[in-house]
């Protein structure tokens, strides 16, 4: 049957259920929230009161930072109820997901009471976490269990990417086919199928790597603050490493889980080291669960002054103290290295504590997860997806082993006493000596089933294919130190560069100028990408310091030149130009996107213009797009001024959109020609889609336009009033009010006598004179060096 998911009930209000209801409103689907009626409300007849514990939970989830939403308006979406008055309403929906309390006695009255009221076909899936979805099922008819499955979302759903989809025996594998693809489409999930096994394979492999680095640190005696040191970005994890990762999980969850696994898998060769530590027990007896009480690992207290401090645990005596600094002398050989892959094999061939506990934490892991298969899942890139969805690892476990070579790091477990599973034996008899490699663009596993190297790209799961830039190695056809621009078939060229933060300075500029020209010269257009966490931070802060500070003016023209007429390279190339952001896309990247043919963005990205706060303009041709772009939204009989004060506030705030659907908001992405992604992964593929649609539909360049009627004086004046009120009100330093007064100059056209029609050219040499003036300033050098410091700029 063909399915459409035009309305989703969410039975479950709580923590889980509110957000997983705010996701599918944020994807433009109605739903349906409900929870119980409180007790004290039995016998009320009032909505409000008999919805008060859902209409809060709700209202909860709004409120949360990071918020749960893309924007407020998708909470019209959302429709409140209580099981005993709306749970028949259920008949109308596409999908019901239960999120109520972990508990199969409870989900399975709630099954009970759903049975009757669903419509024959509907779906039905439960986010449990833990329990076995076949014993969930058990005594349900053959219809619900042929439509039930488990659908694991990972919390915050909008932001961890994973959604496990886990089968029960008797579910139909075209239920199992529909949500790994809409998973993956409508919901941007990296949709990971698993087998219906004790914490499925995220929780189980992650909860198996925190309990292993509970008994590593023991028996090398090390502090909570080093192995956070040692165990966060250093080797590619999340911030919140181990033990700041526990508390916000909550640490009676993890507990929970590690004592499941431990009773559920009696054949797990590991099951020892998800014993519970004694001081561990004790935590939990003493309700330190983490952020949830309020103190667990790391607990929030006021310093003699007052000021807030964070204290951490030590283990031994159980007792809080100030937090350390750790100090490894592999980690400050290593920490320079960019490069993450060469980063873990210099920490790894180090020869303090420090490397001797990442030694034993990468060889307990790799003989864990060469265990779990095929037991949890039979597709070692499987194992790693989840884990790097689910929590935010940069690479997997298997790709790891890869990076630190598979034959001499197995040989180094087995001298250390650790055994890896029989199929990677096998794997390395037979020649074959990595978990993945790349072919023709594509990444390709090893399977332990057919022993060979099968595709994970258009596999089953994932039925259309993921370019991923870095696979085109072999694809190169220009390169410098920074920056490469590839061939990604179909006559269609891509650029990516790889600076920290992604940032833009002069290769990279460079790279963009020659991209396009390549582009013009050899292809139907151009894909401009990158990979990493980040599209870019924006133009290279430090090149413009240096310049600035050393007074090299004459320098910085040319720069800001060369930046300048790259955007108006992009814009007005022979060729469509495509850009895909991701993450943050500030200041210049944001340009960039400005002057594309087309953006095709991920729904997590983060754009806008911010050069205020460091005391500058916009100086790459932002300025000019926002004046421009004012100008077309003027009304010609009588302008509205309201539609350039909104267009310079977004700048002079340094306003950043929080989401793909803000940014339409703010007027950088253009409704109904710009595309949001939901799935970050598939941006790319999306933008050569589109480059080879805008060329076969007859791609012409656009022409420069002189035709910007800017308002001079007349809007000039207003400007100008309103930052002198904000100055006036203490809401703007002198200094905000001076770079305001620069950038309202150039938005009106400078001070012109009446409303003229001017060129973009005239706009970009205003924006540059004005960018310049501001560079001299001292509060602007002072702006900038404390963003190279400390990485925001001061308030001066």
């Not at 509907?122 to 349900?140: K, V, W």
């Not at 961890?160 to 025996?169: F, N, Q, S, V, Y």
């Not at 006559?491 to 013009?520: C, D, F, H, R, S």
């Amino acid at each position: 049957m063909k399915r459409t998911i035009k309305k989703v009930a969410v039975l479950g209000s709580g923590v889980m259920g509110s957000r997983i209801a705010c996701h599918f409103a944020g994807t433009g689907v109605s739903v349906l929230l409900l929870d119980i009626v409180p007790k004290e409300a039995a016998a009320s007849d009032k909505p409000s009161e008999r919805n008060k514990i859902v209409n809060e939970a709700l209202q909860a989830a709004i409120k949360s930072s990071p918020s749960p939403v893309y924007h407020n308006n998708v909470i019209k979406n959302i429709k409140t109820g209580n099981f005993d008055d709306n749970l028949k309403d259920i008949a109308g929906c596409d999908w019901v997901i239960e999120v109520v309390v972990e508990r199969l006695d409870i989900k399975r009255q709630l099954y009970e009471r759903i049975e009757p009221l669903r419509t024959p076909g509907t779906l039905i899936t439960t986010n449990t976490s833990g329990i076995p979805i076949h014993m969930l099922a058990e005594g349900r008819s053959d219809d619900f269990k042929r439509n039930f499955c488990g659908t694991h979302f990972f919390n915050p759903p909008r932001y961890l990417r994973l959604l496990e989809i886990i089968p029960a025996a008797g579910t139909d594998p075209a239920v199992i086919d529909f949500l790994m693809e809409y998973g993956d489409l409508h919901l941007g999930k990296t949709t990971v199928l698993a087998k219906d096994t004790p914490a499925f394979i995220a929780n189980r492999i992650g909860v198996f790597g925190i309990m292993s680095i509970f008994n590593s640190m023991e028996k090398l005696g090390l502090t909570i603050d080093e192995v956070d040191a040692l165990t966060g970005p250093l080797i590619g994890r999340p911030k919140s490493a181990t033990f700041r990762t526990a508390d916000v999980v909550g640490i009676d969850t993890l507990v929970n889980v590690a004592k499941g696994v431990a009773a559920n898998c009696p054949d797990d060769e590991a099951k020892a080291v998800f014993a519970i530590p004694g001081w561990l027990e004790q935590m939990v007896n003493n309700k330190w669960l983490g952020d949830k009480t309020g103190q667990g690992f790391f607990k929030k207290t006021k310093g003699a002054g007052g000021e807030k401090e964070i204290h951490v645990l030590d283990l031994k005596t159980l007792e809080y103290g100030p937090r350390s600094k750790p100090k490894f002398a592999t980690v400050e050989t290593a920490k320079p290295i960019e490069d993450l892959k060469q980063r873990l094999k210099a920490l790894v061939a180090g020869q303090d504590k420090a490397a001797e506990f990442l030694r034993h934490f990468h060889y307990a892991l790799f003989s864990y997860i060469s265990h779990r298969v095929p037991e949890i899942s039979d597709a070692p890139y499987r194992i790693d997806d989840a884990m790097m969805a689910g929590f935010g690892w940069e690479i997997g476990a298997f790709e790891s082993w890869d990076v630190l070579g598979v034959a001499k790091t197995t040989d180094a477990m087995k001298a250390a006493g650790y055994t890896v599973a029989p199929w990677v034996e096998e794997m390395l008899a037979a020649g074959n000596d990595r978990f993945y490699k790349i072919a023709g663009g594509q990444r390709l596993y090893y399977d332990p089933n057919k022993k060979t190297y099968e595709g994970t790209e258009g596999a089953a799961e994932q039925p259309t294919p993921f370019i991923v830039l870095s696979n085109y190695k072999d694809k190169i056809i220009w390169k410098n130190s920074n920056a490469y621009v590839y061939d990604i078939g179909d006559g269609v060229a891509a650029l990516q560069w790889n600076t920290k933060m992604n940032t833009m300075g002069g290769e990279v500029l460079e790279a963009i100028n020659k991209a396009v020209g390549i582009a013009e010269e050899r292809f139907k257009g151009l894909v401009i990408a990158n990979e990493g966490a980040n599209f870019s931070a924006g133009a290279n802060v430090g090149m413009i310091f240096m310049y600035a500070v050393e007074q090299e003016y004459d320098e910085l023209d040319m720069a800001i030149r060369l930046f300048q007429s790259t955007m108006m390279r992009v814009r007005y190339s022979s060729v469509p130009v495509v850009v895909a952001p991701h993450g943050l896309t500030l200041g210049g990247g944001c340009e960039l996107n400005l002057h594309a043919d087309k953006i095709c963005s991920s729904a997590e990205t983060y754009i806008g213009l911010v050069e205020l706060g460091v005391g500058l303009i916009p100086g790459g041709g932002g300025t000019k797009e926002f004046a421009l772009r004012a100008a077309d939204e003027l009304h010609n009989e009588e302008p509205d001024t309201n539609t350039l004060k909104n267009r310079f506030l977004t700048i002079a705030t340094a306003k950043v959109a929080t989401s793909a659907h803000e940014a339409y908001e703010m007027g950088i992405f253009r409704k109904g020609h710009d595309e949001i992604v939901m799935n970050p992964a598939r941006r790319i593929a999306e933008s050569k889609r589109s480059v080879l649609q805008m060329h076969d539909s007859g791609y012409t360049t656009p022409l420069q336009r002189k035709d910007i009627k800017v308002l001079g004086r007349s809007a000039l004046g207003a400007l100008y009033a309103g930052i002198n009120g904000m100055w006036r009100a203490n809401y703007a330093t002198d200094h905000d009010a001076l770079v305001a007064r620069k950038l309202a100059y150039v938005m009106c056209g400078g001070d012109l006598s009446e409303p003229t029609f001017v060129s973009e050219q005239y706009l970009l040499d205003l924006e540059r004179e004005a960018f310049l003036s501001l560079a001299g300033e001292r509060k602007t050098l002072e702006r900038l060096q404390s963003v190279l410091k400390t990485g925001k700029p001061v308030r001066n």
